[in-house]
């Protein structure tokens, strides 16, 4: 197991985290969270040995993974190039400034769950991802800005991150199809950043990483629905629950003061209609779930392997944990007592809905913890396995970092 094995009950009980250099969840919230920077030393010593530079770029040159390469000095300044890659490109890529990305590492690397329970502050749906990229001396995708919160997580090696202002549509920018690049950026925090350390940066912030030396680093991503986006989920729930034949009526209207007028009472009496229509919570709740609960990846269907009961048993006894689907995005309506899995409503035994919320807590599950659960959940965990929704995963015991 990675890191700390009481991370999700640490944030939830909004004891001091170490990772937060000593803060509670609610005071990073309350005082960091998309209002201004964080750094940590040493906040993750675990990731210095996680991963191999090597291991990422095989990664890169499957056809699964989502990879791109970003070359300063390319065919043209700021070259992006898509994968997947042939294995003799970082070759060929010698004596240039340049930086593989690779998107959801977490999907296929299970420990990176582990890391992920640490941010259990925010909850689940508004985690994207794990992106981890390998840097050569001097490599960087350029000074830029996201719309989105980015916990910068520095594993083997170093890298220089400056920091700058905060941006927006209106913020000078290079001519670039595909990258946000700032056309300068005032520094305002300039530090080195070694195996272990944490930089929280909040969305629209400038920032610039250069590498110092060839280094990996893993960006935790968290997702920035478009609100225009949840608005047309929301209407679409309200017109299937309403229907389109209401009309519009107006008992007790005031005299008009003109006849082609529309005046600001017919407005307020249609606003306070419609919004009628949208204040109710539940509602909101079952337009959501289905879009926030949608896998990353569109075309994504998880592979299991056949499990029995006696298969979970056995496995449990040999202190196997369980580790829920990376690449699966899991939601739980407890007002309704609904769980959504990949946009789909998943149908749960009465038997095993009672244990549902503590199978939703935390990504993993020991082996221990486990084994006390009712025959019955056990089951229903067994055809989840076979079903591809549960990785088992070494325990805590063992010294393997765990495959799927």
């Given at each position: 197991m990675l890191l700390n094995p009481t991370a999700v009950a640490d944030c939830l009980a909004d004891a001091p985290l170490p990772w937060l250099g000593g803060l509670r969840a609610s005071e990073f919230l309350r005082d960091y969270w998309q209002k201004k920077p964080l750094l940590v030393r040493n906040a993750f010593p675990d990731l210095a040995t996680l991963l191999e530079p090597d291991e990422l770029l095989e990664l890169a040159e499957t056809e699964e993974?989502?990879?791109?390469?970003?070359?300063?000095?390319?065919?043209?300044?700021?070259?992006?190039?898509?994968?997947p890659f042939h294995s003799t490109v970082w070759r060929k890529l010698k004596g240039k400034k340049w930086t593989a990305l690779v998107q959801a590492v977490d999907h296929y690397l299970p420990p990176l769950a582990d890391l992920l329970d640490h941010f259990a502050f925010v909850p689940e749906w508004r985690i994207d991802d794990v992106m981890v990229s390998y840097a050569v001396p001097g490599g960087s995708v350029g000074a830029h800005f996201d719309q989105y919160d980015v916990f910068l997580l520095q594993g083997p090696g170093q890298r220089r991150w400056q920091l700058g202002e905060q941006c927006n549509d209106q913020t000078p920018r290079l001519e670039h199809a595909q990258l946000r690049l700032i056309a300068d950026m005032p520094v305002s925090f300039d530090e080195i950043l070694g195996p272990g350390d944490l930089l929280y940066v909040p969305p629209g912030l400038g920032h610039h990483g250069v590498a110092q030396s060839e280094c990996l680093t893993y960006s935790v991503g968290f997702r920035a629905p478009s609100l225009g986006h949840i608005l047309e989920q929301v209407v679409d729930a309200v017109l299937l629950d309403r229907g389109t034949e209401h009309l519009y009526g107006d008992a007790g209207r005031a005299l008009p003061t003109h006849p082609a007028e529309l005046g600001l009472s017919d407005v307020t009496m249609?606003?306070?209609t419609l919004q009628s229509w949208l204040q109710q919570p539940l509602l909101f709740q079952t337009a959501l779930a289905p879009f926030l609960s949608e896998a990353k990846y569109d075309d994504y269907?998880?592979?299991g392997e056949p499990c029995t009961l006696a298969d979970l048993r056995a496995a449990l006894n040999d202190g196997i944990d369980l580790l829920r689907d990376p690449a699966s995005r899991w939601l739980w309506e407890s007002q309704t007592q609904t769980f959504w899995r990949n946009g789909e409503v998943v149908t749960v035994p009465d038997a095993v809905k009672p244990h549902l919320p503590a199978l939703l807590t935390g990504r993993r599950h020991s082996a221990a913890t486990l084994a006390a659960l009712p025959?019955?959940?056990?089951?229903?965990?067994a055809d989840d396995i076979s079903a591809g929704f549960w990785l088992p995963v070494d325990g805590a015991n063992s010294n393997e970092n765990g495959s799927s």
């Open positions: 993974a989502e990879s791109r390469v970003i070359v300063e000095d390319g065919a043209e300044p700021w070259e992006v190039r898509q994968g249609l606003a306070t269907e998880p592979e025959e019955a959940v056990l089951s229903w965990l």
